[in-house]
């Protein structure tokens, strides 16, 4: 620049730090966390200007003398729509350099994944044969497989020596970058990851503020305050008086950017300092030459970061004109070099220079830069954010760029691709000539709004939608309803959601017609979900199975419906029999005429498996998941998911079923919807609980019932037995007990299916048998198997053996062999009805039983051989381990096995990781407050870590912990 010379700005590093020791320990304590203890999540908090971002520059400093990489970016006050800004000024440049490498440590398909946000990534030939790329998937919940990648990726990228993440302002942050934060504190990275925000309390959503405390152990949060009067004194050094000093603290309350702005100010006199930082600014800006304060203002209209071009041509200015005018820039610390490009010292510094402008001289600089992108032939996106800002009512251009910006983003950034189309309808006039345009747009932005988790916004759409349309579209107008329906169900409103179809169809002269038909399927699954099925039957009986006028494939959303109902009236017959039809409809259909009948076809899935035919199950499933995500229905994507997992986890495929349920559990997340959200924590609970991670299962089920949401409803019961179940077999058998008794409502009316009831019966009487101290704990257990018996339908092969194991279970001390007996029946049931796990279970009921039989340790030892053969196959570690230790204790040597699940000697002991850590550190010695201390957990929390040890191992003491880890 005419040869004038500017190095490089490490952001927050300009001036000496003055004070903040506790900050500055809490920082270095963050990074010795992450080199012993992998990742830790790191937030700074304060108002603007309070010197957060000095404080990164230190930690940056810090990390990179530990060997740690730093890698950072900021989010942008006036791009906060843009998606991943923060995450793509942080990574993309770096990922550039090293993209050959990057891509063959996380696999092509991933890095293909990737690149569809990281530019850096997206040159040369990468083949996703991984991953289908984001674009495939319109559900919405492609976020989540993006997610994963990225924490993938910064696991890569950390490497053995570390990777330190930091993100600025993220009070600024997009919805995809918050909900990259929340889904990386809830899954933490591989490797030594140290991740730092900082942000503004005043201007975070509260989701910002609950990230730290999200992270657990692994999360640290410094405030960063005012500065005292002395430490001003210091930042102010010799050359200012005291009494000038004390003029400046008292004006800028300590705080540092502002006390800075006041400093430069050296001519101006105590009683006439600004009164607050953006008020010095413009006195700052104020000095600048008309040139230079001109190419500030296009800059600022820009971008956050910026090349000379792009303000030479927002400016109007030729290029030399420009160098010249950002060597001025540079020189009064306006702007600084960056990467060779620009930014502005500080976000409040750009905001000044914005504001600065006139606003109809910003309005013109916007489409100064929209035109030139559009020149260059840059993809919509890059241009959406000039064109919103410049574009006028009836610009069908400006239209068509902010349409097609959101059909690009719609996979990985719903949000943002909702927040394009609301500004396309702004511009798009209101009249008859663009009156279907606007009608699909809106259906569009409903559906964009919804899978952003933003339910309220859609559902207010589809029904201005539905105000819009004339009265007797009722073709359109049923369609639209269906979808406010569907989406008040999802906020849990669901009198809102039947109100609005008995309406509708109040105003329809024919309420049989076809276009009457979808509405009323809807009423019939409102009625299921709220456990009225003589409703739901009551609507059927009048629904014939076709019409000459129907739509393709609504004959099979009708038929999906009709097992539920039956199932749930005991007509297991017909319920098996409206199955089959159903099932043979649905293959007989093409894809393309299931999708607008998805909500229906669940039904069919769910019934499948509530009636024990998990092979047509799941093959339903996943052929219902697959339109899903083709077409973009998410809020029926995470049910089909929980659904899925729910009959892995009843065919022992435990691995399957966890990833299953997990990934239901983050896309239900997403969409912020507390319904899917519960259904999904509901398999999560049961699938960890089975594995073996109790820690796991209680605090997914915890999660489940205090919710709050599904009052009177299945899956809110449903979710009640799931914690029992995991409060049983953690071994808290009175808890247990009691809220399976509360899930079935005690068996007066209960909401369960039939199946579930069995398997209740089961485990309760397992429980009062497994603590049985006196006669009445045996009467009840026997009271159990006898409910048991009744409850029983032969129709229903997958549920016969449960009868049998609670039968085993009420003998198995009176009767040790009749015990034995029946466990080995219901082992023999379970196995022909698919539940493998079940069947070890009642293998390894009938290896005990026959321990106290004459002569039974041979049968003891092929039902624990067998029991064991199937927990290691089905991952349920704690079974494994617990049938491993009855078979040592017959001189039958054991070996680790090759369990599925990851931990490493975990497995082995039954533990789950975290207990293992803690008993690991117990048998060296530790103190309950040391192991505390070194795993940041508190001290109570330590103590259930141990009980829960001492149960699985069988001692009795921190000696017999150690011991039995040496075994």
């Known amino acids: 620049m005419n040869g004038r010379t500017a190095g490089p700005v490490v952001s927050g590093t300009s001036t000496p730090l003055v004070g903040r020791q506790d900050a500055l320990a809490a920082l270095r304590g963050a990074i010795t966390a992450s080199r012993r203890d992998g990742f830790q999540f790191l937030a700074l908090t304060g108002e603007p200007g309070a010197g957060k971002t000095r404080l990164l520059g230190e930690l940056a400093a810090m990390a990179g003398r530990d060997g740690f990489t730093p890698l950072w970016g900021r989010a942008a006050e006036y791009e906060q729509i843009l998606p991943y800004s923060a995450l793509v000024d942080a990574l993309d440049d770096h990922l550039d350099t090293r993209r050959q490498e990057v891509a063959r440590a996380v696999g092509a398909g991933q890095a293909a994944l990737l690149s569809g946000v990281f530019p850096g990534l997206a040159a040369g030939e990468l083949s996703p044969e991984d991953e289908p790329a984001l674009a495939d998937d319109r559900s919405g919940l492609a976020r989540y497989r993006l997610y994963r990648a990225v924490r993938q990726l910064v696991g890569v990228l950390a490497g053995p020596s570390g990777l330190l993440l930091v993100l600025d302002d993220v009070h600024w942050a997009d919805d995809g970058t918050m909900e990259f934060l929340e889904h990386v504190v809830r899954h933490p990275p591989a490797g030594r990851v140290l991740m730092a925000v900082a942000y503004r309390p005043a201007q975070a959503a509260p989701r910002v503020a609950r990230l730290a405390a999200t992270a657990g152990s692994r999360g640290h949060e410094v405030a960063v305050g005012p500065l005292s009067a002395t430490e001003v004194r210091q930042f102010l050094g010799p050359g200012v008086g005291r009494g000038r000093g004390m003029a400046l603290y008292e004006a800028s309350g300590g705080n540092p950017f502002y006390l800075e702005a006041l400093a430069r100010m050296d001519g101006t006199d105590v009683t006439e300092l600004p009164p607050t930082a953006l008020a010095a600014l413009r006195v700052e800006l104020g000095d600048l030459t008309p040139g230079a304060l001109l190419v500030a203002q296009a ?253 393709p494939g609504l004959a099979v959303a009708v038929a999906a419906l009709r097992p539920m109902p039956a199932l749930a009236a005991r007509r297991t017959d017909d319920a098996l029999r409206y199955a089959e039809i159903a099932g043979k409809l649905l293959a007989d259909a ?220 009420a003998l198995s001390r009176q009767d040790p062999c009749a015990a034995a007996v029946a466990a080995e029946e219901a082992a023999r049931l379970l196995h022909a009805g698919g539940r493998r796990l079940d069947a070890g279970r009642a293998l390894l009921t009938a290896g005990l039983a026959c321990l106290g039989t004459p002569d039974g340790r041979g049968r003891a030892r092929e039902s624990l051989r067998a029991a064991a053969e199937i927990f290691d196959s089905c991952g349920a570690r704690t079974l494994k381990a617990r049938t491993e230790r009855e078979l040592r204790r017959l001189g039958v040597r054991v070996g680790g096995g090759a369990s599925t699940a990851p931990g490493g000697d975990a497995p082995r002991f039954g533990l789950s990781p975290r207990e293992l850590e803690v008993a690991l550190l117990v048998a060296e010695g530790l103190t309950n407050q040391q192991v505390a201390e070194r795993l940041f957990l508190s001290v109570r929390t330590v103590e259930t870590h141990l009980s829960r040890i001492f149960a699985k191992l069988e001692v009795t003491s921190r000696v017999g912990v150690a011991t039995a880890l040496r075994r």
């Open 299 to 551: 800059a600022a209209v820009a971008a956050d970061e910026f090349e000379p071009t792009i303000a030479a041509v927002a400016a109007q200015v030729p290029p030399a004109a420009t160098l010249a005018a950002l060597d001025e820039l540079v020189e009064r610390d306006i702007v600084r070099s960056v990467r060779g490009r620009f930014r502005f010292r500080h976000p409040l510094v750009r905001r000044a220079v914005y504001e600065s402008a006139a606003a109809g001289w910003r309005l013109g600089a916007h489409a100064r830069i929209a035109a030139h992108l559009a020149e260059l032939g840059a993809p919509a996106t890059a241009q959406a954010h000039h064109v919103e800002h410049s574009g006028s009512l009836g610009d069908q251009r400006a239209v068509e760029v902010l349409v097609a910006a959101s059909r690009a983003v719609t996979a990985h950034a719903p949000a943002t691709s909702a927040h394009w189309l609301q500004a396309a309808l702004r511009l798009m006039p209101d009249d008859a000539a663009s009156r279907e345009d606007r009608l699909a747009l809106m259906m569009e932005l409903s559906w964009a709004q919804g899978i952003s988790g933003r339910l309220a916004e859609g559902r207010d759409t589809a029904r201005e939608l539905l105000r819009m349309l004339p009265e007797d579209d009722y073709p359109r107008r049923g369609r639209a309803a269906r979808v406010c329906a569907l989406m008040e169900r999802q906020l849990d409103r669901p009198h809102e959601a039947r109100a609005l179809l008995l309406d509708e169809l109040s105003h329809m002269p024919n309420p049989r017609a076809a276009a009457a038909v979808p509405m009323r399927m809807r009423l019939v699954a409102e009625s299921m979900m709220r456990v009225d099925f003589r409703a739901a039957q009551a609507v059927l009986d009048l629904m014939p199975d076709n019409a000459d006028d129907w739509e």
């Open 590 to 809: 093409p894809d393309e005429h299931l999708s607008e009948w998805l909500d229906a076809l669940a039904w069919l899935c769910w019934a499948d498996s509530y009636l024990g035919r998990y092979g047509d199950a799941l093959r339903h499933f996943d052929r219902a998941a697959a339109v899903a995500r083709s077409t973009g229905q998410s809020y029926i994507l995470t049910n089909l998911l929980a659904g899925r997992a729910k009959t892995l986890a009843a065919t022992g495929r435990l691995a399957e079923a966890a990833a299953t349920a997990e990934e239901s559990v983050e896309g239900a997340r997403l969409l912020d919807s507390g319904q899917q959200i519960v259904f999904a924590l509901t398999q999560v609970c049961l699938v960890e609980s089975w594995s073996g991670d109790d820690e796991a299962a209680l605090r997914a089920g915890d999660e489940a019932v205090h919710r709050g949401v599904g009052a009177g409803e299945t899956w809110e019961a449903t979710a009640r037995y799931a914690r029992g179940q995991a409060l049983v077999n953690a071994g808290r058998y009175a808890e247990g007990v009691e809220a399976v008794l509360d899930a079935c409502n005690r068996f007066d009316s209960p909401r369960l299916d039939p199946g579930t009831l069995l398997q209740a019966c089961e485990t309760l009487a397992y429980a009062d048998a497994a603590q049985e101290t006196d006669a009445e704990s045996s009467a009840r257990a026997a009271q159990w198997a006898a409910l048991a018996v009744r409850l029983e339908d032969p129709r229903l092969p997958a549920y016969c053996g449960f009868a049998a194991l609670a039968r085993a279970h």
